[in-house]
Structure formats: structure tokens, C-alpha cells
């Protein structure tokens, strides 16, 4: 038996090394706009994870050969073992629609554009949605606007 190493568990391995990556990524926040990832720290070793969820992605492709695999975080807690699962891609687009603003923390409201949380006092208001706010922050709101009406200008971004 030879060991696989360009084959399909390669593959597989890099792939949820990639996810690796994207969750550090989102929580270190270089950018600051990732509000809901603030405080959330990745509580294992790449090495972990990988040989954790390389065979739950490689069994998900042959349970669902037409879903893609994605890192679920079952709270808003950190990413750890106890706390994540696989759930498919589209799963986890529609659990964060549905629960956005239903389950925002308390002063918090979801922009669409960040996919992220921040504090309500970042949104217009507007009273005819539930949470009574825009679904987009401030920030997004008026680069909206500006690319609407032809005067964004690019800012370098500290
Ligand atoms: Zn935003």
C-alpha cells in the first residue's frame, strides 16, 4: 500500500488547511470590520484540526456529493472542539440570514455587506425593518451611496 500523498486525501488535507487559514483570518481582523469575530480565538492546532476534520469532510462529500463542506460554529463562542461541526455551505449561509438580526447580541445589528455584527449605533436607522435599523452599516451605506452617485474615491486603508 502506497502512501497517497498527491492523492485525493492530499487534496482534502489542504482544503481543510485552507478553512484553517480563513478561520485565523477572520478572527485576527487585520481590518477591524469583523466586529462578531471579536475575542474569538481558533483553540487548536492546524495539525488538530486538520486530522480532525479531514475524515467529517471527506464522509460529508460522500453524504452529500452535491453539498460543499463548511466550519459551522454551533454559538457565538470560539472555534474548538465541542463548539464547531460541518455543516454544508448552504446550511451555514442560511443559519446566518435566519438567525442575523434575530440573534444579534444585545446593541448589535448585522450588515450584510460585512457579514458581521457591529453595534447598532453604525446603522441608520429604518422603521420598517424588525430591528428598525438598515441592513447595511454606515460605513457600506454610504460607499453605497457614493458608488451610486459617481463620487467614491478610494481611501487607503490604514
Ligand atoms: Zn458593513
Not at 474548538?80 to 455543516?87: K, L, R, S
Not at 420598517?128 to 451610486?148: D, P
Request: aromatic share 8%.
Amino acid at each position: 500500500m502506497g502512501l497517497h500523498q498527491t492523492g485525493p486525501d492530499a487534496i482534502m488535507k489542504y482544503r481543510v488547511g485552507v478553512c484553517w487559514t480563513n478561520m485565523n483570518a477572520r478572527c485576527d481582523n487585520p481590518t477591524g470590520k469583523n466586529l462578531s469575530y471579536e475575542g474569538v480565538k481558533v483553540k487548536m492546532s492546524r495539525a488538530d484540526f486538520v486530522s480532525w476534520a479531514t475524515p467529517l469532510f471527506r464522509q460529508f462529500e460522500i453524504d452529500y456529493p452535491k453539498e460543499i463542506p463548511s466550519i459551522d460554529r454551533i454559538d457565538d463562542g470560539h472555534y474548538e472542539f465541542g463548539n464547531i461541526q460541518v455543516i454544508s455551505l448552504a446550511d451555514n449561509v442560511r443559519k446566518k440570514q435566519a438567525n442575523k438580526n434575530e440573534c444579534a447580541p444585545s446593541g448589535m445589528a448585522w450588515c450584510s455587506h460585512c457579514e458581521c455584527y457591529s453595534e447598532i449605533e453604525n446603522f441608520d436607522k429604518n422603521s420598517r425593518r424588525k430591528n428598525g435599523v438598515s441592513n447595511l452599516c454606515k460605513t457600506h451605506k454610504s460607499e453605497e451611496r457614493k458608488i451610486r452617485t459617481g463620487v467614491n474615491k478610494r481611501f487607503a486603508s490604514a
